[in-house]
């Protein structure tokens, strides 16, 4: 469960964002925040705004108007990287690994890649070790290393999700925001994807966008519901459960 630091500012705050397409309100002053160890889902029906709120909150599209606070800094104008380098990372709802590529070497890229663009030109290579040893520790305990030499188009498709979700954590993340894990897994895979989520640092925030209902009850306690662009409806997974307003929008049970 939540280990909720609240004297500690929040990890991540989001005051009234919004964000415009034309005259198309996709996303409409949300209001959220996010302490260490916080697991909570945003859900809602398909294009209620969901990714485009996470696109906002890291730096892949400007915010019309808003502020998002990481940390307690103002990040709204921030590029994507500074944010990662702050601690936020993130998955793609669309997989982004290299097929052809071992898990190993896909997260040593990784690693690579963040540290290009921390360390610039002056990092001798001799810290290729540092980026092996990076690697290991991350595929270890997400309980990857003996898979490191699978090329990733041999995975099934639950375990590419989940190194995915390793590449996330190579920035050592304080916050980790996954839109749509579980899109496209069997109920199986989906299962060992939300136990895979419950094994993660019990210290990282979770922000999760997932449509599976069994995997956001089972991995979150805390929703906030998303429809047109607004938050309607937020609270416990117990009270959303109940909530006869989102049975009526989202569940289409009402
Ligand atoms: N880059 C874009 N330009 C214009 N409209 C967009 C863009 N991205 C998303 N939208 C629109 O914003 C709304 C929310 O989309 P999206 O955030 O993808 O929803 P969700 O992830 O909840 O399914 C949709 O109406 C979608 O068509
Ligand atoms: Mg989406």
């Known amino acids: 469960m939540a280990i909720r630091n609240t004297g500690g500012a929040a990890v991540l705050e989001l005051r009234g964002l919004s964000k415009n397409f034309g005259g198309l309100n996709a996303v409409q002053g949300v209001n959220l925040k996010v302490f260490p160890g916080d697991r909570k889902a945003i859900i809602g029906p398909n294009g209620a705004g969901k990714t485009t709120l996470f696109n906002v ?5 400007p915010a019309s108007s808003g502020a998002a606070l990481l940390f307690g800094e103002n ?11 702050l601690g936020m990372a993130r998955t793609f709802q669309v997989t982004s690994l290299f097929p052809k590529l071992t898990v190993l070497d896909n997260v040593l890229l990784a690693i690579k890649g963040l540290r290009r663009s921390k360390y ?4 001798p290579l001799s810290s290729y070790r540092d980026v092996h040893d990076k690697a290991r520790q991350l595929l270890e305990s997400a309980g990857y290393w003996d898979r490191r030499d699978v090329e990733v188009r041999n ?5 590419r999700r989940q190194v995915e979700i390793v590449l996330g954590l190579a920035s050592d993340p304080k916050i980790l925001l996954l839109d749509e894990p579980a899109a496209g897994l069997a109920s199986g895979e989906s299962r060992e994807m939300a136990q895979f989520l419950k094994r993660l640092d ?7 966008i997932e449509h599976d209902m069994d995997v956001v009850f089972d991995v ?7 429809h047109f662009g607004e938050v309607v409806e937020e609270g416990t997974t117990a009270s959303i459960r109940a909530s006869a307003r989102v049975q009526e929008i989202y569940l289409g049970t009402g």
């Open 57 to 61: 909150i890291t730096g892949v599209l």
């Open 75 to 85: 990040i709204t104008g921030w590029p994507s990287h500074r944010r990662t380098a």
């Open 120 to 123: 610039v030109m002056w990092r």
């Open 155 to 159: 995975l099934s498709h639950g375990e």
């Open 202 to 208: 019990p210290g990282l925030a979770i922000l999760l």
């Open 220 to 226: 979150v306690d805390h929703i906030s519901v998303l």
